[in-house]
């Protein structure tokens, strides 16, 4: 059974930084695509970030560029990806998905395995 669980998420100032932990298990993740999601209140979920688990690609929204950097940490059979947030903006606060695929990229609807999520929320 695919298991996700996101961890790392909190209440962080402005201009301040979290580092959110995305912990897989279930199957062998070397041909998958890890992807960040975030979903605001009253908005639409949006893709942040994702990397390529074989070849450590990495992808990202315009509005994270610069300030958010995704990492594989898949040493020892740790499957675990990372997304270390800088520079944070109250517009980040959302609740923080991770997603599995093997054809996704940046669309949410070529992921097949979802995490719970975790809530950053970032005062002004």
């Known amino acids: 059974q695919v298991q996700l669980v996101e961890s790392g998420g909190g209440l962080v100032q402005a201009g301040g930084s979290l580092r959110l932990s995305c912990a897989a298990s279930?199957?062998?993740?070397?041909?998958?695509?890890m992807g960040w999601f975030r979903r605001a209140p009253g908005k639409e979920r949006e893709f942040v970030s994702a990397?390529?688990?074989?070849?450590?690609?990495?992808?990202?929204a315009d509005s994270v560029k610069g300030r958010f950097t995704i990492s594989r940490d898949n040493a020892n059979a740790n499957n675990t990806i990372f997304l270390q947030m800088n520079s944070l903006k109250p517009e980040d606060t959302a609740t923080y998905y991770c997603?599995?695929?093997?054809?996704?990229?940046?669309?949410?609807?070529?992921?097949?395995?979802w995490g719970q999520g975790t809530q950053v929320t970032v005062s002004s």
């Open positions: 997603a599995a695929g093997i054809f996704g990229i940046m669309s949410s609807g070529s992921y097949d395995y």
């Open positions: 279930g199957r062998t993740f070397s041909r998958y695509t």
């Open positions: 990397i390529k688990w074989s070849t450590g690609t990495t992808y990202y």
